[in-house]
């Protein structure tokens, strides 16, 4: 697999490989961040979140990873699909009973068949 | 596909007009929070409104305006367009304002000429 910064605009990674996304936030304060995939056409669609408590949340082929020594986030996909192809954005909150979100820029996620 | 809907889905205005969008949230949910997305970035947040009154407002000017109507539904009004307001204006509706029950609608992409 592939990682790159959200300061990078595409990542294209193997069908089958492993996907690293990583997004570095500013806001210390921040307690809540959510990962979120969009489709063209569509709005973002949750993927994965992860509380400040957490150092790594698991879903289904996801996983995130917290540092918040560093500030840094990241979004691993496990066994890439066709079907990931997307545009991958961070976001953060104070909390999670705040839903005013804060997005990085995105980064294209592009699967090579 | 989310419960909230926008409508519509498309339009062109020309710099000078005034434009409202309009959102449906998702059964049960009685916040609506409003985001512009220009293209190539992610969404910046514009404003929150809860059980009809607004709660809390991003950078953005006073011709931004909005409402949010009994039924849960919103709207959001932007008077004298300018040529960067040309944008994808999403919505996403939660419940009590928490992010990890919010939702986003499809979007509506505006261009102003």
């Known amino acids: 697999g592939e990682s790159v910064g959200l300061h990078l605009p595409t990542l294209s990674v193997q069908e089958g490989d492993n996907s690293i996304i990583n997004c570095a936030y500013s806001n210390s304060a921040s307690d809540y961040f959510i990962w979120y995939k969009q489709e063209s056409g569509k709005g973002p669609q949750f993927i994965i979140d992860i509380r400040s408590n957490m150092d790594k949340r698991q879903g289904q082929r996801v996983t995130v990873l917290l540092n918040k020594t560093v500030k840094h986030l990241s979004l691993q996909i496990a066994a890439t699909q066709p079907g990931d192809s997307a545009v991958y954005f961070c976001a953060e909150t104070p909390s999670g009973a705040n839903s005013k979100l804060t997005f990085g820029k995105g980064i294209t996620l592009s699967v090579r068949p | 596909e989310t419960g909230v809907t926008q409508s519509p889905t498309h339009l062109i205005k020309t710099r000078g007009q005034q434009v409202t969008l309009r959102c449906s949230s998702q059964s049960g949910h009685n916040t609506v929070s409003w985001y512009q997305q220009a293209l190539g970035q992610g969404p910046q947040f514009i404003f929150q409104?809860?059980?009809?009154?607004?709660?809390g407002r991003g950078n953005f000017p006073p011709r931004f305006s909005g409402l949010q109507f009994p039924n849960y539904s919103s709207e959001l009004n932007v008077n004298a367009l300018e040529l960067d307001d040309s944008a994808l204006y999403l919505c996403?509706?939660?419940?009590?304002?928490?992010?990890?029950?919010?939702?986003f609608g499809p979007g509506t992409r505006l261009l102003v000429l």
């Open positions: 996403a509706s939660s419940l009590d304002g928490r992010a990890e029950t919010q939702y």
């Open positions: 409104y809860y059980r009809e009154e607004e709660n």
